[in-house]
């Protein structure tokens, strides 16, 4: 057990989720999400406290499929408030895995504090017969108080797994692996509360935008391309208000050629355009198959659609140029 004076404090934000789930019996595949506390789930998780000094505190207690920019900004601010005090070493937030991905890349997108931000969740709930939630809590604990995370930015700890907001994706429904970073590979890996780095420090991407005195994104849609698809989702997101559009696009970041006509008339008329795939392992690279350049379009390169939605959010709040967008998803 370390000492009391040399344990790092790490304040912990539960969210809700799977991990705070419960089924009214164990043998039930139905549950409900965000049943629990945070201080329940701290208590259940043997040895816990040995690691750290913890301070639990419910931010909201929601499926992450209720996730929405309000909360994130919400959360954001909270985390930073945290971290640029003395008293917290280190933020870890419980958080449902659905749309576990957007809000670690958010944070990693707006968070400059180098303390380190650890994002778990569990793909089982808290009753469950081998429940994956206290163990991906205790080694998100361990992560967070390792002296090597500083300077790494947000990460995500999960199945022993340690992960980085932009490479992560939901990749399962049903086993406890079921978050992937490939191509790119895992930052590390985490077993009873050891850590063991792949990376060499210092390997994070850089802060990118400032949130501050905002309390909404621009609203941003994604369109998911597939073959026969019409042109008509286009044109109805745009006379709903949408200010940007990313398309889950067939192969490298494909649409027919319809929709190609419609999304450059739309970029001429201020809507910047995002072109990502609905592929498993995305790379979209410019002017491929699609002539970016003749119509304004931007490449999200390996973020997938969800992903780039988030990004350009936060590039909207800067500009709707398609060359300073283009930027920013090359460097964030
Ligand atoms: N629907 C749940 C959520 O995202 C699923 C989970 O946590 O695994 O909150």
Redesign the pocket.
Known sequence: MANQDLKRRIHVLGT????AGAQSDSRHLGYT?ATYGIDWLLNAVPGLHDLAILTGEQLVNI???DMDDRIWLQLARRVDELLSTPAVDAVLITH????LEETAYFLSLVIASPKPVVLV???RPATALGADGPANIYNGVALATDARAAGRGTLLCLDGEIHRPRHVTKAGTMSSNAFCSSPAGLAGVVLAGRVEWFEVAGAARAHCFSIAGRDELPRVDIIYAYPGMSADLIDSLVAAGTRGLVIAGVGAGNINRSAIARLSAAVANGIPVVRSSRVARPMVFRNAEVNDDHHGFVAARDLNPGKSRVLLQLALTVSTDAGRIQEYFERC
């Open positions: 809700g989720g799977t991990i999400a499926g992450s499929q449902g895995t659905d749309t969740g569990s793909m």
